[in-house]
T-cell receptor
Framework: DTGVSQDPRHKITKRGQNVTFRCDPISEHNRLYWYRQTLGQGPEFLTYFQNEAQLEKSRLLSDRFSAERPKGSFSTLEIQRTEQGDSAMYLC???????????FGPGTRLTVT | EDQVTQSPEALRLQEGESSSLNCSYTVSGLRGLFWYRQDPGKGPEFLFTLYSAGEEKEKERLKATLTKKESFLHITAPKPEDSATYLCAVQARVTNAGKSTFGDGTTLTVKP
């Protein structure tokens, strides 16, 4: 399978704990995106990487959220001091340069209790 | 700020009953409009990109069209396997990042 992969697929955590998610994009794709989706809503943009550089970050992303893409390959999204409002599906997408459509992974479903 | 509104929120069809889904958008210079399909518990799957008014794209029973203010996804003679949530998204020309703004989707149910 050469699609976008995400790990873990499901995560249950207690309020106040830190969590980290991983995304492996399609290998030749230099652009990587993180989105958040809650039930009944469309995906909401969080942040964007071109290679290893984080070029855009949503105003909605509080300082509890941080993302990295070392060496321009896989990416991690960390949420510190989780809150119940962080419960959502976290989606990763990638695309090659010069192409505008995005290819999504299966998502990581986070539940904060 | 870019905005995407999809209607209806939910649509129930009998197998073979054709219909259309609407996506209205406002964007400061359209780079592209995208349709995705999303099955429950999965990530969105890319269907079409439309770039300019008057453009049309087709794939099997689906046909997407674009005007300056809206896009339609026409479903001809749908089958139960077409049941899914269909998402519309736009990218503005001003963004270099390819950030997409999504609507909340139309959930289509096709009954046999």
């Amino acid at each position: 399978d050469t699609g976008v992969s995400q790990d873990p697929r499901h995560k249950i955590t207690k309020r106040g704990q830190n969590v980290t998610f991983r995304c492996d994009p399609i290998s030749e794709h230099n652009r990587l995106y993180w989105y958040r989706q809650t039930l009944g809503q469309g995906p909401e943009f969080l942040t964007y990487f071109q290679n290893e550089a984080q070029l855009e970050k949503s105003r909605l992303l509080s300082d509890r959220f941080s993302a990295e893409r070392p060496k321009g390959s896989f990416s991690t999204l960390e949420i510190q001091r989780t809150e119940q409002g962080d419960s959502a599906m976290y989606l990763c997408a990638s695309s090659p340069g010069g192409v505008n459509e995005q290819y999504f992974g299966p998502g990581t479903r986070l539940t904060v209790t | 700020e870019d905005q995407v509104t999809q209607s209806p929120e939910a649509l129930r069809l009998q197998e073979g009953e054709s219909s259309s889904l609407n996506c209205s958008y406002t964007v400061s210079g359209l780079r592209g409009l995208f349709w995705y399909r999303q099955d429950p518990g999965k990530g969105p799957e890319f269907l079409f990109t439309l770039y300019s008014a008057g453009e049309e794209k087709e794939k099997e029973r689906l046909k997407a069209t674009l005007t300056k203010k809206e896009s339609f996804l026409h479903i001809t003679a749908p089958k139960p396997e077409d049941s899914a949530t269909y998402l519309c998204a736009v990218q503005a020309r001003v963004t270099n990042a390819g950030k997409s703004t999504f609507g909340d989707g139309t959930t289509l149910t096709v009954k046999p």
